[in-house]
């Protein structure tokens, strides 16, 4: 699944400024991750979690815990999507 499938999932369960305002985060750190490792990392993680085959209220949660870290570069993501 790709970050535009994910996003129109959404679109048809949350309000529309919730979704487009997770839409452009994403996309934010997908410009910012060219440049600083950290952004890169997250975004990598979430683009993994979205990947995933689950819920969107399953993924949505994992990518809040993924933001609460912070640092994600060396975080093992079968285990950290597995500890849901």
């Known amino acids: 699944m790709t970050s535009e ?14 979704v487009k305002n ?9 410009h910012e991750g060219d440049d600083v490792p950290d952004a890169k990392a997250l975004f990598s993680a979430i683009e993994w979690v979205i990947a995933q ?24 993501m079968r285990e950290f999507y597995r500890a849901q």
Do not use: C, W, Y
């Not at 499938?5 to 919730?18: C, E, N, S, W």
């Not at 997770?22 to 997908?30: I, P, R």
């Open 22 to 30: 997770l839409a452009n985060a994403l996309e934010a750190m997908d």
């Open 53 to 76: 085959p689950d819920s969107v209220e399953n993924r949505l949660e994992a990518i809040a815990r993924l933001l609460a870290l912070g640092k994600v570069e060396n975080l093992n």
């Open 5 to 18: 499938t994910f996003i129109r999932d959404l679109h048809q369960r949350f309000a529309p400024d919730l």
